[in-house]
């Protein structure tokens, strides 16, 4: 069985991947006030460059620790605030991306705002982008109806 499922994904071009892309972290309780810090993360993903990259900004995280953080969990706030990311190629190898946030699902133990958390996770696709050498159009959408419009690995 499991020869077939590797067999499986060779036949349609997919493997896992460990892919490093950059998500807005916040660890409550850390003594270090109320900052996001911009990090690199490493995810595994089966999806495409670069599109697997800027949807894995929004991934959960939860760090590993030595023992010491008594009550780990997901750290990123675009996760945590239910924030998705979609990508649309446009003309040429421009690719347009669509930061698509509900302020409904903003948790209220955060001490940021939704706006502030979009523009984290804003920070984090510029970043991404550069680093990769990429042409992007960043969208940013509000509404509720954009959910599920588009592929975001979780």
């Known amino acids: 069985m499991a020869t077939l499922g590797l067999f499986a994904s060779a036949t349609n071009g997919s493997e896992l991947a460990i892919l490093t892309t950059k998500q807005p972290l916040y660890l409550a309780g850390s003594g270090g006030g109320h900052e996001i810090l911009i990090r ?10 670069p ?27 675009a996760a945590l605030a239910g924030i998705e990311i979609h990508c649309k190629h446009l003309e040429g190898r421009l690719t347009e991306v669509i930061i698509a946030a509900d302020p409904a699902k903003t948790p209220k133990t955060l001490p940021f705002g939704i706006d502030e958390i979009i523009d984290a996770t804003r920070r984090c696709v510029e970043k991404v982008a550069r680093e990769k050498g990429l042409k992007i159009a960043i969208k940013v ?14």
């Open 51 to 77: 599109e697997a990259t800027f949807s894995a900004i929004v991934v959960p995280y939860t760090p590993p620790s030595d023992g010491s953080w008594k009550q780990p969990g997901n750290v990123n706030i």
């Open 141 to 154: 959408d509000k509404s509720t109806k954009s959910k599920g419009a588009g592929a975001s690995p979780k």
């Open 40 to 49: 690199d993360v490493q995810i595994v993903s089966l999806h495409a460059d």
